[in-house]
């Protein structure tokens, strides 16, 4: 495969690279207000109301069975939809701090609960500092595959990445259990760099959030429809279920697209923030769709300008990126972006080339001198 | 700062069991003020009250523990998308309500916003009630000091004492720019009518009057007499000198909104709410590189204003965003202290 052409940088285009960002970043913040407090209390009520509104024709078929299917189906596809609206448009968003200059206590960044197994503290960790500090810098930045995948030939093959197809799938229907556990780093415990007690400690503020999600889902609310408790349990059981695929597929669009670039970690030493949007920009990739693949992606579709400016809001996204596309033009430097299917057929020829023994192209530098 | 409610164990099994936010999102559709937990409070009526002065009454919800007479609160409201909170000294009315009472010119965006826009049936955030005046107990007589806005905690110690009675000699001295600045004259002085131990005194510094610290001796109350005083920052400061060492005892509280410098130097007093250290941090460091030269490890990560680990709530006081270069002075905000220099005293919750 074909590498796209990207200028290499003088240390004084870093630099104005950089200031122009920075530039983007300061207008945009200056002109934050009412529409964008409107938008997000928007998104929260869409959330509750399709919400109420997937459950209550999940619970229809109790008392009209003809309805039975079709409000099993309407139900089901309705909760599933205010899953992924609060996982990614309203809980990412609102933990990467993005609304906290609105002083509302339910939409503070440090504060946020989401609604699923894994403990909004543990995602702060690894993905708000982590992920986004240290974006594809290989051993910094644990979503390159997760431990579980070889996305990029530049980490080392072992057989056990023979099986990544079928890994992969399963990680797809199961990807919120794989957020929940990734920052309990059970592979330290498994190798003895961590007691039992150790993992005990940090294993219990996630078992009392999956106990709270479990028994939401499959205990409480199929209760709740007494001798309809099977549809109910399986409707939420598949709700989650698309969330865990949808949540997967858009972000492995994110950053293992076929142009999407993984770092050394010398490449991060005393970085400039002219580097450090540069490493965002080649690390990261879109997904062109238009505004319903944005609502339903939480904007994640503009993965190039979120990882820019992971705490502005996200609303605010598809207007940056015309302006940042045309900055990256300017450069020199490739914006990878393209259609869903485009993005993820090129995800899963990674995750099936590189199941097998791949060498990496040779490295190349970001900016001149490197 | 508001009072943290200290939520019982049955409340923390509840609150693990039922989101307060999704409680508040289906009852306040209801109605506004059915909340789980935090208070809030419904403009029901507003009255002109002097010159340019407006008196709101607020029916808070049933969250609200009410205030003691002098006390303080925080009013949370929300302009344009923002929720901004202030403080005010309320006076508790008949029939669970209370009042504020805000001027029409008041500096700032919240308290004109209230006196201009704010329409019947708006609803705001309440705080608990704080602050720290206390009524002296006994019988020596109490002198209090009021400038500007610093009437209102005094009138509502003097409300509490009218329905007592005045059982000791009380007088107030009230300084104001000029004489229709002043607010509730006319209930002051109809209180000053009916119990003759009040006395009530205007001080007009524009019409020539000396301010506190030039008071003669026979001017100043005698010695055995306890003193409150409230008012600017400068104003407590003053009288705080003025009555060293010639007063029974003294109590102050000063509100002020911080000058900004453009300062970049130097160094400012920076108060650690939590932990209760006051720490001085030069104004050319982030806070968390001020912090960390001071042996202190606030939790933080990327260091560069992105992840948002840092943050913590800026009780009062300025920052200058190090990227962006501007000061910003909203009390109660999020400040990341990655990216934020302190501009004057700060009190941070950390």
């Given amino acids: 495969m074909t590498r796209p052409a990207n200028r290499v940088l003088s240390t004084t285009e870093l630099q104005a690279f950089g200031d122009e960002l920075d530039a983007l970043r300061r207008r945009v913040t200056a002109d934050l207000g009412p529409s964008d407090a409107r938008y997000i209390r928007r998104v929260v009520a869409s959330v509750r109301w399709t919400g109420v509104a997937g459950r209550a024709l999940l619970f229809l078929g109790a008392f009209v069975p003809v309805l039975l299917w079709p409000a099993w189906i309407a139900g089901t596809l309705l909760l599933g939809l205010s899953k992924i609206l609060e996982n990614m448009e309203l809980g990412h968003n609102v933990m990467h701090g993005q609304y906290d200059w609105m002083g509302d206590a339910q939409l503070q960044g440090s504060t946020y609960e989401w609604d699923i197994v894994a403990t909004a503290d543990n995602w702060r960790k690894t993905h708000n500092f982590r992920h986004h500090t240290y974006t594809n810098v290989r051993g910094m930045d644990d979503d390159i595959g997760y431990g579980l995948l070889r996305i990029f030939p530049e980490q080392r093959w072992k057989p056990f990445y023979l099986l990544q197809p079928v890994i992969a799938v399963v990680f797809a229907l199961m990807f919120q259990w794989g957020v929940a556990i990734q920052d309990l780093r059970i592979g330290r415990w498994l190798h003895g760099k961590m007691t039992a007690a150790q993992l005990w400690r940090t294993t219990q503020p996630v078992a009392r959030k999956i106990t709270r999600q479990l028994v939401k889902d499959y205990v409480f609310f199929p209760l709740l429809a007494g001798p309809f408790f099977l549809p109910v349990l399986l409707g939420n059981l598949v709700a989650n279920g698309m969330r865990n695929v949808w949540t997967y597929v858009v972000i492995f669009c994110g950053h293992f697209t076929a142009d999407a670039e993984v770092f050394p970690k010398e490449s991060i030493r005393n970085e400039s923030r002219g580097h450090w949007y540069l490493r965002q920009l080649r690390g990261s990739s879109n997904l062109a769709g238009g505004p319903v693949i944005d609502v339903l992606t939480g904007n994640l579709s503009h993965q190039i300008e979120h990882h820019f400016y992971p705490d502005l809001p996200a609303n605010r996204y598809a207007a940056i990126a015309r302006e940042v596309r045309e900055i990256c033009v300017r450069y020199g430097q490739h914006y990878n972006t393209g259609s869903l299917p485009r993005q993820f057929g090129q995800v899963m020829w990674r995750i099936l080339r590189h199941a097998f023994p791949s060498r990496a192209p040779a490295p190349q530098p970001l900016v001149q001198g490197a | ?350």
């Fill in chain 2, 1 to 350: 700062m508001a009072t943290p409610t200290s939520p019982s164990r049955s409340a923390d099994a509840t609150r693990r069991w039922l989101d307060p936010a999704f409680f508040d999102f289906w009852a306040t559709r209801f109605n506004p003020l059915w909340t789980w937990a935090q208070p809030r409070a419904r403009l029901v009526e507003r009255r002109a009250e002097g010159e340019g002065a407006v008196t709101l009454v607020l029916r808070p919800n049933r969250h609200w523990r009410g205030v003691g007479p002098g006390q303080h609160i925080e009013l949370g409201v929300q302009i344009g998308g923002r929720w901004l909170r202030r403080h005010y000294s309320p006076s508790v009315t008949s029939g669970g309500c209370f009042e504020i009472t805000v001027k029409h010119a008041a500096e700032g965006r919240v308290s004109p916003y209230l006196a201009r826009d704010a329409q019947i049936g708006e609803v705001f955030e309440l705080g608990q009630g704080f602050g720290d005046f206390a009524w002296p107990a006994g019988t020596s007589p109490i002198t209090l000091l009021a400038a500007g806005s610093g009437i209102t905690p005094m009138r509502a110690l003097l409300r509490a004492e009218a329905a007592r009675g005045f059982d000791r000699d009380v007088s107030l001295l009230y300084w104001v720019r000029r004489a229709e600045d002043a607010c509730f004259t006319a209930e002051l002085r109809a209180m000053a009518d009916a119990h003759p131990r009040l006395s009530v005194r205007l001080w007009v510094t524009g019409e020539g009057a000396p301010r506190v610290d030039a008071l003669t001796q026979a001017q100043w109350p005698a010695t055995d007499t306890h003193v409150l005083a409230c008012g600017p920052g400068g104003f407590v400061q003053a009288a705080r000198q003025r009555a060293e060492g010639q007063v029974a005892s003294f109590q102050a509280e000063a509100f002020s909104t911080p000058v900004v410098t453009a300062a970049e130097e130097g160094e400012v007093d920076v108060h650690l709410a939590r932990s209760g250290r006051t720490l001085r941090l030069p104004r050319g460091l982030s806070l968390l590189e001020g912090l960390e030269a001071h042996g202190l490890k606030p939790r933080h990560g990327c260091r560069m204003g992105i992840c948002n680990t840092c943050v913590c709530q800026r009780q009062s006081g300025a920052t200058r965003h190090l990227l962006s270069g501007q000061h910003h002075d909203e009390p109660a905000a999020p400040v990341r202290l990655c990216v934020a220099a302190p501009t004057t005293d700060l009190i941070l919750e950390l």
